[in-house]
């Protein structure tokens, strides 16, 4: 005997509420929670942009700020223009999302930067090349999207001077020929910036992908830097089916800037592959001599200071010999200097400078160090007499230039500097002045201290 199932429903219903403002309400909140959250994602991929800038003290340089290309034939390709990162900081850091404005025109090879971080202190380089698609100015720009950094692109596109190929023939029965052939890979090469001198090497590789063999392989270089690139191996001889013959390429940059050649490869059938590589030449980093106090003020009661010696620049600075020109009235002691030069960046040391005489005094302390730019020049004044304070004051400003030189030198430290300019002998000082006086007609004069200024 068979049962009906019986079924029941149970209707809940929620007195008072409003399903759909209930609804509404919980989609709202969800939209707002969606909302912080993209904005929480967005603020932390800044904040930790910028605290690999401030790791890196000086962050990522990118330059130059604008490349402008030559007219150039429409649908055709320029020559490459290099971009350079720069991590001037202590600490790698990453490149992040680059945007090309105008992609048509435009574009962009990052292959030089690994993973697309940038190592401390060091640098590497994009590839940026023009093809214009129509004719007339055209613009664009390459952004790094983390800082709103900006490399604006100018170019002109010019319509062929050459008609376009003819059309192919019409296809013909397959006839079995011979096919010499070769592929050089890389076949872009980037070297990076180097320092002047430096040297960096890569190796190519040529592969026989033709059908024949290939007789009397070959390599040679071409371009207009041919002194910065070294071939090495240019002859590879005769080259099987499948087969592969190597040669390097070495990169000495003699001088600042851009340089490129191109690499070809040949054999009896003619020209079978090339290769372009490029490379930047920097310069060698030097010393940066920083002397201080410079004048030094002496007297009848601080008969005694200190002159420090800094050194603020990339390379070590050496003390060659530290000499006074006034024994009678001046003893100093420069044995901490001259046991710890070399001075590395950041180190210092100091020259102990004592007064002895009992007559108003003028002194010059000489160093002689590897810094061509910065002042060799430490002038010592001391006087016994508190009543010629005033006479003091304006024989020291007449050579105030010294202590602008000094804190211009400080402010620009670490900006490369221009070539050195010869500065004039310092004549021998006279006898010191009389007692508690400063004759400031006299034959003796200070010399006019001038720090360069220093350029990155």
């Known amino acids: 005997m068979s049962r009906e199932a019986h079924f029941h429903t149970l209707n809940i219903r929620l007195a008072g509420v409003d399903r759909n403002k209930l609804r509404r309400k919980n989609t709202n909140r969800l939209l707002a929670l969606l909302i912080v959250l993209a904005l929480a994602a967005l603020a932390a991929e800044f904040d930790r942009d910028e605290v690999q800038a401030r790791a890196g003290v000086a962050g990522l340089g990118i330059a130059p700020a604008n490349v402008q290309f030559a007219a150039q034939e429409i649908d055709t390709n320029s020559t490459p223009q290099l971009v350079t990162f720069q991590n001037s900081g202590a600490t790698a850091i990453d490149i992040g999302s680059l ?118 392989v070959s390599f040679r270089l071409q371009g207009e830097h041919l002194d910065e690139f070294n071939l090495n191996s240019p002859n590879c001889g005769t080259l099987d089916v499948g087969k592969e013959c190597k040669t390097d390429v070495v990169f000495v940059p003699r001088e600042e800037g851009s340089h490129s050649v191109t690499l070809l490869a040949f054999s009896t059938a003619g020209e079978l592959d090339r290769a372009t590589l490029f490379g930047v030449g920097k310069p060698r980093p030097g010393p940066i001599a920083q002397i201080s106090p410079n004048p030094m003020e002496l007297g009848e009661k601080n008969r005694d200071g200190k002159v420090t010696i800094t050194n603020t620049g990339q390379a070590a600075l050496t003390i060659e010999g530290i000499v006074l020109d006034d024994s009678k009235n001046f003893e100093m002691k420069t044995k901490e200097c001259m046991a710890s030069s070399p001075l590395e960046r950041g180190q210092s040391c100091t020259i102990a400078v004592k007064f002895k005489g009992k007559k108003s005094a003028q002194g010059l302390i000489t160093v002689r160090h590897n810094d061509p730019t910065a002042s060799a020049k430490v002038m010592l004044a001391a006087d016994v007499n508190p009543s010629n304070k005033k006479k003091w004051a304006t024989a020291l400003f007449a050579a105030g230039v010294i202590t602008a030189g000094v804190l211009t030198a400080a402010t620009v430290a670490n900006k490369p500097r221009e070539a050195p300019k010869e500065t004039p002998p310092v004549s021998p000082p006279p006898p010191s002045p009389s007692p508690g006086s400063i004759n400031t007609n006299s034959d003796r004069s200070f010399p006019v201290l001038v720090q360069q200024p220093r350029v990155n």
């Open 99 to 216: 945007t090309l404005s105008n992609p048509s025109n435009f574009s962009l090879d990052l292959r030089d930067c690994p993973d697309g971080r940038v190592a401390p202190r060091r640098s590497c380089a994009a590839i940026v090349t023009f093809h214009p698609s129509r004719v007339g100015a055209v613009n664009g720009s390459l952004e790094r999207a983390r800082t709103m950094q900006r490399v604006s692109l100018e170019g002109s596109g010019i319509a062929r001077l050459t008609p376009p190929p003819p059309p192919p023939p019409p296809p013909q029965p397959e006839v079995p020929v011979t096919n010499p052939a070769a592929n050089l890979t890389p076949e872009r090469f980037l070297y990076g910036a180097l320092e002047i001198d430096r040297q960096k090497g890569r190796t190519f590789v040529l592969k026989n992908s033709g059908n024949v063999e290939l007789q009397k």
